[in-house]
């Protein structure tokens, strides 16, 4: 599959922009959350952040399969960062990044599921 962006044709789909809200939401939860004073945690979360927005931005531009591939990974390493970071008593960091990463993987699984199997799309 060379191009895949052929097989969602011009519409923009849902995931793009969960992934994309996501990414905000991840990136101000320090702050949103009062856990902006432990570095291990904001960062995760900053970073984790910039990189889930800016892979729902790219793909509202212009779809890529690899974007959710991108977007599934940095959304797992979110889920498990807590602990293996050790920031996991931070129940609010840790949740968080549980939270989003887990939505984040779902919106990417399903999108890439989706451009898999486009007759299972088009058959709703």
Excluded at 13 to 30: A, E, K, R
Aim: proline share 3%.
């Amino acid at each position: 599959m060379a191009n895949n962006a052929s097989l969602r044709g011009g519409e923009k789909n849902v995931q793009d922009w969960i992934n994309l809200v996501c990414g905000v939401l991840l990136f101000v939860s320090p702050w949103a959350l009062g856990f902006s004073g432990d570095p291990m945690a904001a960062r995760t979360a900053w970073i984790g952040g910039v990189i889930i927005f800016f892979m729902g931005l790219v793909a509202l531009m212009q779809f890529a399969e690899w974007e959710e591939w991108v977007a599934l990974i940095v959304g797992a390493l979110v889920i498990v960062a807590p602990w293996v970071l050790g920031f996991a008593a931070i129940h609010a960091a840790m949740w968080s990044c549980v939270v989003l990463g887990v939505i984040v993987g779902l919106s990417s699984i399903s999108e890439i599921w989706a451009v898999h199997h486009p007759a299972a799309i088009a058959g709703r």
